[in-house]
């Protein structure tokens, strides 16, 4: 383990504990650029535009978690890796932050609840998970009408998120797309960040 000291602004700075030296698959185990850049983002929001509830999927060490919690948002953190769950509801208490339960979610799995939030940062590098989270999200419901999905991902692999995005804008989804750019442990990188609406 090792502690990483993440600014998301000069007065939001949590100290983070990585998982270092895991055995692949170890998506999980670290900072992403696209977990800053869509914390940043959160950050960013007018604070009543925010839901009052939101639900992360692979939520890694839980960074966007952390931060959707710090700002008042009652957050259900999850991911298919048992250690990421774990990380993510200790790195949470480390930096005093409330608000945040987690459990295990293979997106495959039958879901009974929905939400107004989803945060989905850098979940869609192997081919099965356009199809997989647009089940989970649009299919059986976890989405809740009206709702909206928080998609990120590096604009350097972009062509297969885009293709979610397409799905999603097929049935409805009103779509807006920002890039933001991010520096992360000495290299600078894009982020495209789409806001998902699902009609209501
Ligand atoms: C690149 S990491 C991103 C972690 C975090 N969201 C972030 O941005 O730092 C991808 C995460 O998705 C999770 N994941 C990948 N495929 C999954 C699946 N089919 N079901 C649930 N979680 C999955 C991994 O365990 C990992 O934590």
Redesign the pocket.
């Known amino acids: 383990m090792r502690t990483v000291h993440v600014e998301l602004r000069p007065d939001v700075v949590f100290q983070l504990l990585e998982a270092v030296a895991q055995p692949r ?1 170890n ?2 185990s ?3 650029p ?2 800053l850049a ?1 914390s940043r983002w959160l950050l960013d929001q007018p604070k009543a535009s925010l839901p009052k509830e939101a639900f ?6 839980g ?2 978690s952390v931060t959707a919690a710090h700002l008042g948002i009652v957050t259900h953190s ?4 048992p250690l ?1 769950i774990a990380l993510a509801l200790e790195n949470a208490e480390r930096n005093g932050v409330v608000g945040l339960t987690t459990s295990l ?4 799995d039958p879901i009974t609840t929905s939400a107004p939030m989803l945060l ?4 869609v ?2 081919p ?2 356009p199809d ?1 989270i647009y089940s989970l999200v649009h299919t059986a419901g976890l989405l809740a009408p009206g709702g909206v999905l928080v998609m990120a991902g590096p604009t350097a692999r972009a062509e297969l998120a885009n293709t979610l995005v397409r799905r999603f804008r097929d049935v409805g989804y009103a779509h807006l797309c920002e890039a933001l750019h991010v520096e992360w442990e000495g290299n600078t990188d894009t982020v495209e960040l789409h806001t998902l609406r699902r009609p209501a």
């Open positions: 698959p998506h999980w670290r900072v992403w696209t977990a869509m992360e999927l692979g939520c890694g060490m960074l966007v999850t991911d298919r890796e990421a979610l293979e997106w495959s989905a940062s850098d979940l590098y192997e099965t998970s997989a």
